[in-house]
């Protein structure tokens, strides 16, 4: 007959299933909420590769009903273009999240067999934790079977070195390439349209730009490392997260602007109070002088701190031009080594694709980020009023700890 294990053996085997049991939940959770949120990436990157699909049907039809046009069929062959490089960042991106979900699957499976094996341990007594982790397998099971979306598009063969895609990628690149080669990184970068639209039927604005491409996550290849491509895509996010803090900094600025700083209201009220003969207008103007200052100095805050935030954007621009310079001329090495090859493996091919891709779409990118920067440079309503405020606030108060400094000694 055996014995029942003394009551701190029991204690402590309970503590070790309880914290076995919290580790596997909080594992099991993760690896669930990886796996669905694979699945909804490559949903939404599948509709948005069916949306850039390129029908060749509908442009044969079109070419033909133009063919005695001579500037619509050169700009047939821009647009036509344009939508394959859409087409390519939407297929790219498409490519890699389908593979993010196969990644997901062995270790939701591995978790699901070590869930199990905990539950089926004959010294695992905790009810409530076995209730959680039954549950979770169960849940992990059915995460497993979820049907997924999918576009139909196939990478290696609709990006296949014949393909028309391929081409038209390469062509464009070797395009940017050689420009790049012209300049120099510490030129400020162009802020015109990638593609020039002058010669549609349609009448276009002179910002609008067809090229429509995003960056596609970049995995380097098994036999080679391409570091200018890595950095490209780190100071891209850096850029892309700055963006956003300066367009609400910026949006704050303004709002606040327009509604606590307007002096051509101030000095119409102050003329129209001079104007009252009041017999305490002085000290009216002297109330209303004061206000309008607080607001200065808040005006003088805000508007310091919106250029500061932009210097910093107008920084990381200047990053981004260096990173996609040293990524374009690695990436056309890259191009002439795979070009000069019999055979080329899958992963060569791939990185390659999404080198060109990422350099084309930043290259979009920061033509759009110099024009906006432009539109985000805020307007100092005040008219140097709010600087001036500030200047002689703090000479007063500087003057002040001066003189007490020099008592001090």
Known sequence: MHSSPEPSRQKTIFVQNTNAAVEMITKLEAAIL???????????????????????????????????????????????DEKTLSFVSALLNYNYCSRQVYSCYEPLFDLMVKAIKLIDATDFNSAHHKLALQSLVVRAAATRLVARTQCGNNLIDDLCDRSMSYKVLVTAFRALSATLQK?????????????????????????????????????????????????????????????????????????????????????????????????????????QVKEQNQRRLKHAASFSQTRIQLDALRVKHKELVVALFEATAETQLFLEEIEGQNIVTVDRKEAIRTAMNNCLAVDSELRRLGRELAELEPTDLSLGQAAASLSAEYEGLARTFRLEKSSAK
């Not at 699945?39 to 009903?65: G, L, M, N, P």
């Open 183 to 287: 300049r120099s990184a510490t030129q400020p970068y162009p802020t015109e349209v990638s593609v020039k639209l002058s010669k549609l039927k349609v009448c276009y604005p002179p910002t609008a730009d067809c090229r429509n491409m995003f960056v596609a996550p970049f995995v380097d290849c098994l036999s080679s490392t391409h570091p200018a491509n890595i950095r490209l895509l780190t100071v891209h996010t850096e850029v892309t997260e700055c963006l956003k803090t300066t367009r609400l900094i910026v949006e704050k600025f303004r709002v606040e602007h327009n509604r606590e700083i307007n002096e051509k209201q101030h000095a119409t009220g102050i003329i129209e109070i001079l104007h009252s003969n009041r017999p305490d207008r002085i000290g009216i103007i002297k109330e």
């Open 34 to 80: 990886a796996t669905e949120n694979a699945y909804s990436a490559e949903a939404r990157t599948a509709q948005w590769a069916v949306r850039c699909s390129v029908e060749t049907t509908k442009w044969a039809r079109q070419i033909e009903a133009e063919l005695g046009n001579a500037d619509e069929i050169e700009s047939l062959q821009v647009r036509f």
